[in-house]
């Protein structure tokens, strides 16, 4: 079976998930309108409220490579058109995420365009976007782990079983598509740290739907921005710190050799001393004396005594 090595977000979508504002319910948000939390997370696109379903039609795709198991093409309320998957993660998603397999339901489609059995890659186009079995155009997107509980159609949010599910939009957010070209890239910092911002924040579109990159500008004020900002004085500290070390490492070293040369320097001088001494017509004790105090001296110049 194809293995799921990254994934993509669900569809185009408007909103910070993490910081709000947020068309629709996130994670094991309670639900208000009865017991329980959701179980999974609404994807939206709005227009500014001027239009709660301007999102219908839009494309919907794979979070990651995997299988079909079911489809549903109904329209009863509730789920409405669904598709529930099966994913196999490699092994290095699987330690990112912790899930050797798992399932992803999306509801609410307007129209399917997968059966069962049918295996997609990420981002392939499986759906439109709509609102069959409720009220606003949206996608709703649970995913679970496979080793605790098997693919279903029950809604567990009043259940000890949301206990397996994960949070898709998070799971998503830290594994997209690009992470490790990102890493490789061999383009400056900035545009590197402008990818990074793009899948922290959600691409950006123009009028027309098209991509558009941050502006410098934008990147700034971003969070993402103001933390790479933030990371660069660390790193500049850290670069500054090393060089005062290398620089204090060089005075000392240079010190070391200094002091040698003296000591050096001072033993020749004795022994230069000691040998006129002996030489000369200076009765012997008083000489000897005289060693005695030059060889004092250059014992505390090498012990650093005073």
């Given at each position: ?147 605790k509980m098997g693919w279903h159609l029950i809604y ?151």
């Amino acid at each position: 079976m194809i293995k799921a090595d990254y994934f993509v977000h669900p569809m185009r979508f408007t909103g910070d998930y993490f910081k709000g504002p947020w068309s629709g319910y996130r994670f094991k948000e309670p639900l208000g309108y009865a017991p329980g939390v959701h179980t999974g997370v609404d994807y939206n696109r709005d227009a500014g409220g001027q239009d709660g379903n301007v999102d219908k039609g839009d494309a919907a795709f794979a979070v990651a490579d995997g299988e079909v198991i079911l489809v549903i093409d109904k329209t009863d309320i509730g789920f409405g058109k669904t598709i529930i998957m099966r994913h196999e993660a490699t092994e290095r998603l699987r330690r990112r995420i912790g899930m050797a397999s798992f399932y992803t339901r999306m509801m609410h489609f307007d129209t399917t365009f997968v059966k069962a059995g049918n295996v997609v890659k990420a981002g392939e186009r499986i759906a439109t976007v709509g609102n069959t079995g409720t009220q606003y155009v949206h996608i709703h997107l649970d995913m679970w782990d496979a080793s605790k509980m098997g693919w279903h159609l029950i809604y567990h949010s009043n259940s000890p079983l949301i206990q397996y599910y994960v949070d898709p939009f998070k799971v998503i957010q830290s594994n997209l598509k690009g992470d490790e070209d990102m890493i490789e890239d061999k383009d400056n910092q900035f545009r590197r740290w402008q990818k990074l911002a793009r899948q922290i924040r959600g691409q950006r579109f123009d009028e027309k739907g098209s991509p558009r990159p941050f502006s410098r500008d934008e990147f700034k004020r971003s969070a993402v921005g103001q933390t790479w900002l933030r990371a660069m004085e660390i790193l500049s500290d850290s670069e500054e710190a090393d060089l005062n070390e290398q620089r204090a490492a060089l005075g000392w070293k240079a010190e070391r050799d200094n002091w040698r040369d003296q000591i050096l320097s001072n033993k020749k001088r004795a022994d230069e001393a000691e040998a006129k001494l002996k030489e000369s017509v200076v009765p012997e004790a008083i000489a000897e004396r005289i060693v005695e105090r030059v060889s004092a001296d250059v014992s505390k110049l090498i012990t650093g005594k005073k």
